[in-house]
């Protein structure tokens, strides 16, 4: 089976049909995208904003208790998505700007597990006050852009079919 054939598929099986012809079952898979989106870009925001400087109150080990956040939003990003993706298959496997923003979350993911080796994996230094280095905050700022990107990329993929 191709991949073209894998996305008819998808879009003509049941759940794709669920999720295009009803309504109400589309405006709550959308309502839980916003949401984990919510979650998710929120939570980043905050983690890479402390870790570029501000935010000052809130110590660099504590960050280590948001985490479940993030992949709390990105469950509830990915399961809506691929909801959202199965019903219209066809259309946005073709589109660029869906493609675009696929490779924004990849390479956010990846600058998140940069982050996590750098700053996440070396609580103690945190604990006591250490100073965060120049590569964990050019990080931060790049996954800043990438997820703020992602949302844009998001909002876009309608207008670009
Ligand atoms: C993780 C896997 C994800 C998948 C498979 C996915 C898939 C989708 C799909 C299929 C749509 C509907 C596009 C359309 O028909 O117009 C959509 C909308 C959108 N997505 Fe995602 N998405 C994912 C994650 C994310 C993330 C992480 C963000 C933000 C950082 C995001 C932001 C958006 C936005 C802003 C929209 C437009 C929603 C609206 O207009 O109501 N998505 N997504």
Not at 32 to 46: K, N
Not at 71 to 76: D, P
Not at 90 to 97: A, C, G, H
Request: glycine letters at 8%; hydrophobic letters at 55%; aromatic letters at 10%.
């Amino acid at each position: 089976m191709n991949l073209v054939n894998l996305w008819i598929y998808l879009h003509d099986s049941a759940i794709g049909t669920l999720v295009r012809e009803s309504s109400p079952v589309y405006a709550t898979v959308e309502t839980m995208h916003a949401i984990g989106m919510g979650v998710l870009v929120g939570t980043i925001t905050v983690v890479n904003l402390r870790l570029l400087g501000l935010l000052k109150r809130i110590p660099v080990f504590m960050l280590v208790n948001l985490l479940p956040l993030i992949w709390a939003g990105f469950l509830i990003n990915a399961c809506s998505g691929s909801l959202m993706f199965v019903a219209d298959a066809v259309k946005i496997s073709q589109n660029r700007i869906f493609l675009t923003k696929m490779g924004l979350i990849f390479s956010g993911f990846l600058v998140a597990l940069a982050l996590r080796r750098l700053v996440f994996s070396n609580m103690a230094k945190w604990s006591r006050g250490g100073a965060i280095p120049r590569s964990a905050k050019i990080l931060s700022c790049s996954s800043l852009c990438i997820w703020y990107g992602a949302i844009v990329a998001g909002r876009l993929t309608a207008y670009f079919q």
